[in-house]
């Protein structure tokens, strides 16, 4: 499991859509890299993911621009969490 600290962004590519995400460290990154069988889409990798007293199963994916892993943040998450862009959270990843 890893633990790290890391602020939210907003990835606006789209219109119509905003996702939230944080940046996975670039060695831990390596890390999934290496234990990692990338699943179906983009590269994804299926994970067990924390913040704050809230923890789901989503996928963290491969980000050309920073070449580390990138997580997506759900609203009922940042809104149970009272968190949002900008903001520093400690996140906790598993890879399953």
Do not use: H, N
């Not at 050309?64 to 520093?88: N, W």
């Amino acid at each position: 499991m890893f633990v790290f600290d890391a602020e939210l962004w907003l990835w606006d590519a789209r219109r119509l859509d905003t996702w939230t995400f944080v940046t996975l460290p670039e060695d831990v990154s390596e890390q999934i890299r290496e234990i990692a069988t990338p699943g179906a889409g983009f590269g994804s990798v299926k994970v067990r993911v924390g913040v704050g007293a809230s923890s789901w199963s989503t996928s963290v994916f491969p980000d050309k621009q920073s070449g580390c892993y990138v997580l997506p943040i759900k609203a009922a998450v940042r809104k149970k969490e009272g968190v949002g862009p900008g903001d520093v959270v400690e996140v906790t990843v598993e890879v399953v």
